[in-house]
Every structure is written in structure tokens, then in C-alpha cells.
């Protein structure tokens, strides 16, 4: 038996013929066509599958179904409020693609299908909760609860990068709130966290003399023991492993992951991580393994076609 996993980006949509044991076949892309409010997407997922299938000579009954991930809230029936990214308003994502495929459908969020990627094939294969969190240009997230993506009643269940850790806060997040754990923990949090403490202090730095702070740069100069990223990223630990620590008490994960482009740091950003999780964490929860993210960009390809099994 097979199954298709597809995840589909702002610019490409990466596809996966997998078997139903979780064995890669063949993974390829085809270009996310936004053109006429993104009318084209579906059937053009549709079209690489039956593609696909005839091209393998596989009989449709041998395939399980279809999943998909989506960059937007998506709810329990497979229905995307919006995915702005590819100028959708509302659509039934998994009724579409299945009336144009004639295959069972499911649709999810692509942080919760990443997340329940990593829990099948990835860092935490074989783990039946699980909390993911995504440190790329914002936060995002995904949480699997006896081996089930949490959707929520409107697609929002996961939005971990949106939990309000700091009361404080006056600058505003993406998402119009303040205080989210993205503006602190992101890619983009980092350097606004860096420029800040740079203008706050006159300390020696080697961030003084970087003509365009990067979140990299603040990584590597955390890592090279940098006294003022150290601090920088000290503060994205204790944000962080505070908001797990909360997130840890309601789901009591199996493994927490950490993916996204933040997390190529390594070991340094985790063992920060850990440092403050276990200062906030529930007793009983303190000890969960917190792992780096190992499925990369399949994560999503591999928890979509989870979601059919």
C-alpha cells in the first residue's frame, strides 16, 4: 500500500510517494503557482499525484489517500480559514483535493504536520506526544497528543510562537498582540533582542563591528563565549524554556523538538534551552528529552502522509 505526503510553501510544493511503513519512494517538487488567488494549487497537486501513480503503474486502490500541509490555520475537517501566503480566503482544503483525486484527503497546519513528521520518522519516532517548536524567521509550532495533531476548534491549536510570555512588552508582534514568544525567540527576535542590548550598553562586542546583524552572527558569537550574546541569547533561553515549561504542563510531551533554521546552532542553543526548562518546568515533566529537529525540510512531506494513516 502507498500514500502521498505533500507540503506546500510559498514558492514550491515538495511531494513524497511514501509506502504505508513509512518508506520514502521518491520525493520531488513542482512550483506553488499563486497566480488568480492561488486557484491553480490544488488541481495542480492533483495532477502531479495521478501523474505520478500511472507513471509508478500503481492501481489507485493501493493508495491509502492523500495529506497535505498548509502555511494557515487549518481545522479538524481539513478547512483553511486563510493561508495568506498563498492569497487563500476560506477553502475546504481536503474535500477539494479529494473530489479532484478520487483519494481519502486529509489537510493540517505544516508546523503540526512537521510536528507530526518528527514524531513518526524523526527525532522523536515512535513518541505519541510531542511539542515541536520552529525558531525560523518567526515561531512556529506544532503539538501531538496520543499521536494526533491538536488542531483546535479554529486550525490555532499549536501557535505556540504566538503565546504571550512577556506582560511587559510594548512593541507589537506580526500578529498585532505583544509580548509573543516569537518577538524573542525567532530568527528575527534574536537581532532585535542584539540591537537593543547594543544600544543599552557600551561593552566591548564583536556585534559592534557586524555592518548587518544577522541571527547567525549573534549564534556564533554566543557559541565563541561573546559576553553580551551570551546575555542576548540567555534571555531567548529563559523565554523560551519558561514558555515550554508551560506548554510541557498541558501536553506532558514524550520529547520536545526543536527545528527551524535557529536550531542549526546545536547543542549550545539546546543544553540553554534545558538550562531554563528544567528551572520552570512541572516536576514530573523536567527530565523530557528537548532534541534537535532531524527530517530538515521532509518533516512536512512525511507528517502529511501520517495524517492519512
Known amino acids: 500500500m502507498y500514500c502521498f505526503g505533500i507540503d506546500v510553501g510559498g514558492t514550491t510544493v515538495k511531494c513524497g510517494l511514501f509506502q504505508t511503513d513509512g518508506t520514502l519512494v521518491e520525493k520531488w517538487e513542482i512550483p506553488t503557482r499563486k497566480e488568480n488567488k492561488g486557484e491553480y494549487i490544488l488541481p495542480d497537486v492533483a495532477e502531479t499525484i495521478q501523474?505520478?501513480?500511472?507513471?509508478?503503474?500503481?492501481?489507485?486502490?493501493?493508495?491509502?489517500?492523500?495529506?497535505v500541509g498548509i502555511p494557515g490555520p487549518i481545522n479538524a475537517q481539513g478547512e483553511a480559514a486563510c493561508a495568506v501566503n498563498l492569497y487563500w480566503g476560506f477553502r475546504p482544503v481536503a474535500k477539494e483535493l479529494s473530489e479532484l483525486t478520487g483519494l481519502t484527503a486529509k489537510a493540517g497546519n505544516d508546523a503540526n504536520v512537521a510536528a507530526l513528521g518528527?514524531?513518526?520518522?524523526?527525532?522523536?519516532?515512535?513518541?505519541?506526544?510531542?511539542?515541536?517548536?520552529?525558531?525560523?524567521?518567526?515561531?512556529?509550532?506544532?503539538?501531538?497528543?496520543?499521536?494526533?495533531?491538536?488542531?483546535?476548534?479554529?486550525?490555532?491549536?499549536?501557535?505556540?510562537?504566538?503565546?504571550?510570555?512577556?506582560?511587559?512588552?510594548?512593541?507589537?508582534?506580526?500578529?498585532?498582540?505583544?509580548?509573543?514568544?516569537?518577538?524573542?525567540?525567532?530568527?528575527?527576535?534574536?537581532?532585535?533582542?542584539?540591537?537593543?542590548?547594543?544600544?543599552?550598553?557600551?561593552?566591548?562586542?564583536?556585534?559592534?563591528?557586524?555592518?548587518?546583524i544577522e541571527a547567525k552572527d549573534v549564534l556564533d558569537a554566543f557559541k565563541s563565549g561573546d559576553a553580551l550574546a551570551v546575555r542576548v541569547m540567555d534571555e531567548v533561553g529563559e523565554k523560551l524554556g519558561g514558555a515550554l515549561g508551560i506548554f510541557a504542563a498541558v501536553v506532558d510531551p514524550d520529547a520536545i523538538v526543536i527545528g527551524g533554521g535557529v536550531s542549526k546552532a546545536g547543542q549550545p542553543l539546546i543544553n540553554l534551552i534545558e538550562k531554563h526548562y528544567k528551572k520552570y518546568a512541572f516536576s514530573l515533566c523536567k527530565d523530557t528529552p528537548i532534541v534537535i529537529a532531524s527530517l530538515g525540510n521532509d518533516a512536512g512531506i512525511y507528517g502529511a502522509a501520517k495524517m492519512v494513516l
Not at 57 to 66: L, M, R, S, W
Open 51 to 67: 501523474n505520478k501513480i500511472s507513471e509508478k503503474g500503481i492501481d489507485k486502490a493501493e493508495v491509502a489517500g492523500v495529506g
Open 118 to 212: 518528527e514524531a513518526w520518522k524523526g527525532a522523536a519516532a515512535g513518541s505519541q506526544n510531542v511539542i515541536m517548536v520552529t525558531l525560523g524567521t518567526g515561531v512556529g509550532g506544532g503539538i501531538i497528543s496520543d499521536g494526533r495533531i491538536v488542531a483546535g476548534a479554529h486550525g490555532a491549536g499549536g501557535e505556540i510562537g504566538h503565546a504571550n510570555i512577556c506582560h511587559e512588552e510594548t512593541a507589537a508582534c506580526n500578529c498585532g498582540n505583544s509580548g509573543c514568544l516569537e518577538q524573542y525567540a525567532s530568527a528575527t527576535g534574536i537581532v532585535r533582542l542584539a540591537k537593543k542590548a547594543l544600544a543599552e550598553s557600551s561593552e566591548d562586542s564583536v556585534l559592534r563591528n557586524t555592518e548587518s
